[in-house]
């Protein structure tokens, strides 16, 4: 591909740029810290509390217990105000932190979106632009936010806990640590084992979605072959799938909840079994062997939170990792530094010796290309106010020509100039507000038709924008609806007929006034009705600018003033229609072949 993954020079580690999406948050983070080390400090000093009450019962009496009763009371409530507080803090402030640092990348990965090319977007489906956006942040944030607080919590309090009943046996406390061990390495298999069921689901439900949106999309062709059975056989096959694969998912996640239950239920097991020998020995004190059970429960809960860690830790790495791999990718259009703004005086455009492929042309011994380029060396000046129109075959390069005018993508050799200036040499955003496009495929946004004929000038008056849609042959379709210049489009301009649609998006360009234009293919895909209005609105909007147009109806160019056929990727002939006839050449031939073909059209 001419498309590169090029990486910028990075000025740190990916770490290191994943750990810059901390700092605007960092008084966030080290709150949250701070109240994940009390909260878990809290939790560990439970179990202590309650020992040293029931130890003292036996020690020192009842008397002095109920001395003693008040002050742990007090102190109970201020520690569990306090974790209710820490509680909110982190969950609370936590997520927050999450979401701000979201809402950056998110913005960050727009951004970059907007920067590329053409040659990005042909490359990329927006199936997976989408999902780096929507489900790659999530699982970033998700771990952002609370793997470090996870680490912290569970981390002090498993540590905490081994240590502390350590301190009161060392045996008990061994035998628990060694049942652990074996159990959170069966619990990281089958949890390694869950995330390999989990992406099968992902892709299983992508299937589903697909074949949904695709059959949904195409239900107009869906019907006109009656092809419905064939589509609910295709779901159906999709569907079932899916359900395989959530089948799999519950068997996954049973296993692991069971291995979860059995852990602690091992090690009830032992401190009963071991620590009950263990007192029957006079090693261990009733009141310790109570102390263990009740930390079995503080010990189990964090295990089973660090075990997913690892799923979440790796979800967001490879997340961060794809978010990473676009924003370190260099746009292959970009301006040059102390790039200027265009200056367009006259309008006069040269492609001098232009080469350009989408794909990268390999050499061959000879050192030539080995696949043709897709434009040829072309060479090609239009005059100021020209209208010049591009005929021959499909594929012959016309479109690709057109795109490399506003630099949607660069030229590999030779250069294009506009009143002297390489477009290369200028600002992109200059060069493209000099150019106004009409296409055949006429994309409209989904908002009214004010908001989609001011889209290249927000700031246009009601009076322009209605002088706009009068210069279009709109004005009047556009007065009749209900809300006039306030109708809302629908998706893509769904509520309009192709013609219309393509009216507003030349009365958008009649508002942008670019001093050069392009109409590429525009009244191609229009009834003979819809042509005629569209076509009166492109010759107003063609008068006085540098015109390029690509038409396939060689009728609706034949008033322009030069006519250029262009053959793989080159001008093979040019002129005005009536020369071109004369010289008998290739647009001779193909103007014959459509005129004949409308007369054969009409006699039958
Ligand atoms: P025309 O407008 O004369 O029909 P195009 O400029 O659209 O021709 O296409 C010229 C050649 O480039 C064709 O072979 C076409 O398949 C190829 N082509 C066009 N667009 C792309 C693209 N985005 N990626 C790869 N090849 C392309």
Redesign the pocket.
């Known amino acids: 591909m001419l498309y590169r993954e090029e990486p910028f020079v990075a000025k740190n580690s990916m770490f290191g740029r994943f750990l810059g999406y901390y700092k605007p948050q960092m008084h966030l983070f080290v709150a949250d810290t701070i109240c994940a080390l009390i909260l878990a400090g809290i939790d560990l000093a439970f179990p202590i509390i309650l020992r040293s009450l029931t130890g003292g019962l036996f020690t020192q009496g009842q008397a002095a217990i109920m001395q003693s009763l008040g002050a742990i009371a007090i102190g109970l409530v201020v520690m569990y105000a306090v974790r209710c507080g820490c509680r909110y803090f982190v969950s609370a402030q936590g997520h927050v932190m999450g979401a701000r640092m979201e809402s950056k990348m998110r913005e960050d990965l727009f951004d970059q979106y907007e920067r590329f090319s053409?040659a990005y977007f042909?490359s990329h489906s927006s199936g997976d632009m989408m999902s780096r956006v929507v489900n790659d942040l999530f699982d970033i944030c998700e771990g952002a936010h609370h793997l470090p607080e996870w680490l912290i919590i569970c981390g002090v309090e498993v540590i905490g806990a081994f240590v502390i009943l350590f301190t009161i046996s060392p045996a008990l406390s061994g035998a628990m640590a060694v049942v652990t061990a074996v159990l959170v390495v069966v619990m990281v298999r089958q949890n390694l084992n869950m995330k390999a069921v989990f992406s099968d689901n992902r892709k299983k439900i992508s299937e589903v979605n697909s074949q949904l949106q695709d059959s949904l999309s195409g239900i107009r062709v869906v019907k006109s072959f009656a092809n419905e059975r064939t589509e609910r056989a295709k779901f159906r096959h999709a569907n079932d799938r899916y359900l395989d694969s959530k089948v799999n998912q519950y068997h996954a996640m049973g296993t692991y909840t069971a291995t979860y239950g059995l852990m602690s239920g091992v090690l009830y097991f032992v401190v009963i079994v071991l620590g009950g020998w263990l007192v029957a020995q006079g090693e261990l004190s009733p009141v310790d062997m109570a102390t263990f059970a009740l930390y079995i429960s503080l010990f189990c809960t964090p295990i089973e939170t660090l075990v997913n860690s690892t799923e979440m830790f790796q979800k967001a790495l490879a997340g961060f990792k794809r978010m990473d791999e676009v924003l370190q990718t260099a746009p292959d259009v970009q301006d040059k530094p102390g790039a200027t703004e265009l200056r367009v005086e006259e309008g006069a455009i040269e492609y001098r010796d232009v080469c350009f492929s989408?794909d990268d042309c390999e050499l061959g011994d000879d050192g030539q290309n080995r696949v043709r380029p897709?434009i040829d060396h072309m060479n090609l000046s239009i005059r100021p106010g020209e209208t010049i129109a591009l005929v021959?075959?499909?594929?012959?390069?016309?479109?690709?020509?057109c795109s490399l005018l506003p630099r949607f993508y660069d030229v590999q050799s030779g250069s294009i100039t506009i009143d002297g200036q390489d477009v290369r040499d200028v600002t992109q955003e200059s060069l493209r507000r000099a150019i106004g496009i009409v296409q055949q495929d006429v994309y409209l946004f989904d908002g009214t038709i004010r908001d989609n004929i001011s889209y290249g000038r927000p700031s246009a008056s009601d009076e322009d924008i209605a002088a706009a849609a009068q210069q279009s042959n709109i004005l009047e379709f556009i007065e009749s609806l209900p809300e006039g210049f306030d109708t809302v489009v629908g998706e893509r301009g769904s509520r309009l007929s192709g013609g219309q649609k393509q009216r507003i998006a030349i009365a958008r360009v009649f508002l942008k006034n670019p001093a050069i234009l392009i109409l590429d293919e525009a009244t191609s895909a229009l009834d003979n009705e819809s042509e005629e209005a569209v076509q009166e609105s492109l010759e107003r909007l063609a008068a006085n600018r540098t015109t390029i147009i690509?038409a396939h109806r060689l009728s609706t160019i034949k008033d322009a003033d030069e006519i250029a056929t262009?053959e793989r990727g080159q001008v093979v002939e040019r002129g005005t229609h009536e020369e071109l006839l004369a010289r008998g050449g290739t647009y001779a031939r193909y103007y014959r072949m459509q005129f004949e073909g409308v007369r054969a059209a009409r006699t039958e």
């Open positions: 053409f042909d989408y897709v021959g075959p499909s594929g012959g390069g016309k479109s690709t020509t690509i262009v």
